[in-house]
Structure formats: structure tokens, C-alpha cells
């Protein structure tokens, strides 16, 4: 991997204050450190940097990692919807970035640079009537980070009181000595509509594309349910909701993969994940690191819930990618108890779909994927990361690192009517989306042909111009661009 400076001041009124800069009266943000930046959830947060054209990168935003290869953002993170193309730029991750009391930024996990930057049609679209609904995008990548092992959980269709939310703002912070490291901020809803929420959180540049959470059973267990990518005054956040309309498409993201070429071009290491089975052996042998089971309220599953799930959700627990619904015992009221279904799991054979009322309950079934109350117990002590390894900080480093920030879109007025129902739809640039389009402008034509033949030979590294993944860009690529000539196809 290339190694970059990360040093480029590019806003004039963020380098000109230093100290603490005056507070707004709703100011409730709290600044993390590196101790708290290097464990999970916090861990899986990262900084998001553009690399300059002199090679130096600037950071500019927020991203939170999904699994060992993709992490999610906003659109407007990765897509110009304004000038309808994405990104010329390359987009490169930090997670768990921070600044130590003695002014020295440090990164403890490396650095990786995005492979696939993708959105949905709806934010490229320019005639959809409320792109904040729809303001999400992704960052696919090759090499994982070794030491991180458990990625957000993300929860969808969830109605909370109250949210928290972390991220790496680079304007108007209460203490310009915190720049770089984490701030966290919590509030109650102000305004749910049906894919976007409104908190008392302020959200300022800097913080797109962070992560909005609720905490349960106690601040034991993380839901991601949204994405923070705006703010209507100096006290609020808001953002698109995680919904059922952009389930399949984050889903699909999650389980991405890169292809062996690419992996052996980058020089992964091989990383294998832990089975479903192995994650209760963890536990089994480890009953110390289990959550607390009176907190977790799950029971077994003896007789048919009530009514449909309540909640669903997916993760990646020790690179094992997981989905499962739960279930109210006592529905709509605070704290009920909860049964369990798992979906998917590492080397499960798992039927896939929730139980709904009227349909075949049989616990005793492995396919139907019930979960005894203890199982659910380990299940939900990995979601928390207690099941992955001590961080040793192996690819720790100082660096140098200054700032620009994007602006955040207006929110604009909320639609009236009926929201449009039909689920998102992906699109993007990289090796997955118009694999040709390398400047990402939308059309394969000259400025790509120039990017293949500058680099022209054996891959060094990733070369995203590789389009037949033999490891060498040559004929067959040449050719494969020609075929691909014109604008891109939607």
C-alpha cells in the first residue's frame, strides 16, 4: 500500500480559531479519546480522507464500518448530486482515528482505500422530490483491517425516543484541541417521518455520514438505525432512516466480497471468521465475557409470539455475517421480552424467512432458526464485541493530519402524499458498477482509456483498470473498455 501525508489546510475559518470556540446554548457534544476510539463500537468508525493531486489526503467526512469490506456513509460523501458524477477523487478510511492529550493525531488500524464508491438511483436522480430520504452511500475495499473483527449492527424500521450519534466534525467543535478525534452526541427524536429523522443532536461539517444509534439493555447492546447527513438549525441533526426500501440493497453491500485476484494483487492475509458454532463455543469457554441475561430479556421460544417481528437486524459478528428478526412477547409495551429468529449464519442451513402468524412454529426445527434463550444470550454478547480479540495496535502510526470539510445539504421540506415505496436500487463506480468508468464521470470514453494505459504492464497493488482480473492490464482489458464505450448504463 502507498503510504500518504496526511496534511492539506483547505478551510480557512477551521484553521484560523484554535482553543474552544464559542458554544451554541444546546451544546451537548462530548469529545472521545484513544482509548475509548481504539475498542468497540467506537472502533468501527472511521474518518473518511480524499486524496489530493499532489497524493496528500484531506479529511472531510464520516463512515462506519458494516463488515470487513464495506463501510457506509452518505451519498453525498461519495456522489456530486449536484454535478451528477461521483467522486473524481480517490476516498481513503481511518477508523478510530484520534488525537491524544499531546496534540498527536494517531491512527491505530491503518488506512484503505475505497475500491467501489456506490449510492442509490434515488439520490442521483435529480427530479426525486426529498433527497434527504435517500442520502446514503457506500465504500467497498480489498485488504480488511486485521484487527477489527465485529462491525455495526443495523437495525430497520425501528420508531426510537432518543438516539446517539459519533463521527469526526471538523467545524464549529466546542474545543479546536479535539479536532480529529471522535465527538459523540445524543438527543431526543424532534421528528420522525416514514425515512427521516430529526434529533436534538447538533450535527455541524465534518459529521456526515455518521452513525445514529439507539443503546439497549442497559447501553449494553448498539443499533444503528440511521445515517446523520444534515441539520435544519444550530442545535439539530437529521438524516435518512434505515427502512425496509433500503434494506436489500445495504444487505447486498454487506456481503460483498473481493474477488481472489484482487485479494492476492493487494496482499491480503487469509482472515478467517468464526461459524455460529463457534461462536457459542467462545462463549461456552469464556462465560465471563456473556452479557448479563436478566438485561437482555430474551426468553425461549416455547409458544408462538404474538404477532410479526418487531425489529430486524444484521451484522457482522467476527467476520460471520448474521440476520435475524425479533419478536415482542408483550407487544407495544417498554422492556417487553423478546424472542430470537436467526436468518443467516455462518454454516447454517437457515430457512430465511420470518415466522408470521398463521404459518408452521416449530422451535425444535435448525432450519426455522429459533433461538433458545441461551444461544441468543452468546449471539448478542458477540454484537457487543465481546468475543473479539485484545487490539494491539499493530498497524498504529503517528500522523499529520489537517482538514476540509463538505458542506451539508439543506434538508429541504419534507414531501407530502405517499413516499415512494419501491425498494432502492444500487448504482456506483468501481470494479462492480461500469467497471470501465475509472474517473467515474458516468461515461467510459477517453479519460478512462488514458487511466488504463498510464498503467499499462503488471499490477502493482490494486489497478482498478484490471477489468479481466488477470493481473495485468493489457489487450483483453483494452478491449473490454472498448466494448464499454459510451455512457454508462443505468
Known amino acids: 500500500m502507498t503510504t500518504k501525508r ?40 472511521t474518518q473518511l480522507f480524499v486524496e489530493q493531486d499532489d497524493g496528500d489526503l484531506a479529511a472531510y467526512g464520516t463512515g462506519f464500518l458494516v463488515s470487513q469490506h464495506c463501510a457506509l456513509t452518505n451519498g453525498h460523501c461519495v456522489y456530486k448530486r ?31 482505500e475505497a475500491l467501489i464508491k456506490g449510492t442509490n438511483t434515488k439520490w442521483t436522480d435529480l427530479s426525486y422530490d426529498w433527497e434527504t430520504e435517500v442520502d446514503y452511500g457506500s465504500l467497498r475495499f480489498v485488504c480488511p483491517f486485521e484487527e477489527l473483527t465485529t462491525f455495526l449492527p443495523l ?65 449494553s447492546l448498539l443499533e444503528v438505525i440511521g445515517f446523520n447527513s444534515t441539520h435544519w438549525d444550530s442545535c439539530d441533526g437529521g438524516g435518512p432512516r434505515l427502512v425496509s426500501q433500503n434494506m436489500d440493497l445495504i444487505r447486498g453491500w454487506m456481503l460483498w466480497e473481493p474477488s481472489s485476484a484482487q485479494r492476492s494483487a493487494a496482499g491480503c492475509p487469509p482472515i478467517p471468521g468464526l461459524s455460529l458454532a463457534g461462536l457459542i463455543g467462545f462463549f461456552e469457554a469464556n462465560p465471563g465475557k456473556l452479557l448479563d441475561a436478566q438485561g437482555l430479556g430474551i426468553v425461549d421460544p416455547i409458544a408462538p409470539p404474538p404477532t410479526g417481528p418487531s425489529r430486524r437486524i444484521m451484522q457482522v459478528i467476527e467476520r460471520g455475517f448474521y440476520e435475524w428478526v425479533e419478536f415482542d412477547v408483550q407487544p407495544g409495551q417498554p422492556g417487553s421480552l423478546r424472542m ?21 412454529f416449530n422451535p425444535q426445527s435448525s432450519q426455522q432458526g429459533w433461538m433458545s434463550a441461551a444461544k441468543a444470550r452468546a ?5 457487543a464485541g465481546r468475543a473479539s480479540p485484545p487490539i494491539t495496535g499493530v498497524r498504529k502510526r503517528i ?3 489537517q482538514a476540509i470539510a463538505l458542506v451539508q445539504p439543506e434538508p429541504g421540506t419534507p414531501p407530502t402524499g405517499n413516499p415512494n415505496p419501491t425498494p432502492d436500487v444500487p448504482t456506483g463506480v468501481g470494479s462492480a458498477f461500469c467497471a470501465a468508468d475509472f474517473d467515474g464521470d458516468g461515461l467510459v470514453a477517453g479519460g478512462d482509456m488514458a487511466i488504463m494505459l498510464g498503467s499499462w504492464g503488471p499490477c502493482q497493488g490494486p489497478c482498478v483498470a484490471d477489468l479481466d482480473e488477470d493481473l495485468v492490464i493489457s489487450g483483453g482489458d483494452l478491449a473490454l473498455l472498448i466494448a464499454a464505450w459510451g455512457p454508462c448504463a443505468p
Open 379 to 383: 449471539l448478542l454478547s458477540g454484537s
Open 340 to 360: 430470537m429468529q436467526l436468518l443467516k449464519a455462518p454454516g447454517v442451513d437457515l430457512i430465511g424467512t420470518p415466522w408470521t402468524p398463521g404459518t408452521p
Open 82 to 112: 449536484g454535478e451528477q458524477h461521483f467522486f473524481y477523487k480517490d476516498i481513503w478510511m481511518m477508523p478510530g482515528a484520534c488525537r491524544s492529550a499531546s496534540g498527536l493525531s494517531f491512527n491505530l488500524f491503518g488506512i484503505r
Open 6 to 45: 496526511l496534511a492539506v489546510p483547505c478551510i480557512a475559518s477551521l484553521l484560523a480559531v484554535s482553543g474552544a470556540v464559542a458554544q451554541t446554548p444546546c451544546e451537548e457534544r462530548v469529545a472521545s479519546d484513544c482509548f475509548y476510539s481504539g475498542i468497540y463500537p467506537f472502533n468501527a468508525i
Open 399 to 401: 500522523v499529520d493530519a
Open 155 to 219: 437495525c430497520f424500521d425501528v420508531s426510537p425516543s432518543s438516539v446517539h450519534m459519533a463521527g469526526y466534525p471538523l467545524e464549529e467543535i466546542p474545543d479546536t484541541a479535539d479536532l480529529f478525534n471522535q465527538w459523540i452526541a445524543y438527543g431526543d427524536i424532534i421528528t420522525q417521518w416514514s425515512r427521516v429523522l430529526r434529533y436534538e443532536a447538533r450535527s455541524t461539517g465534518g459529521a456526515s455520514g455518521s452513525p445514529v444509534w439507539r443503546w439497549r439493555s442497559g447501553q
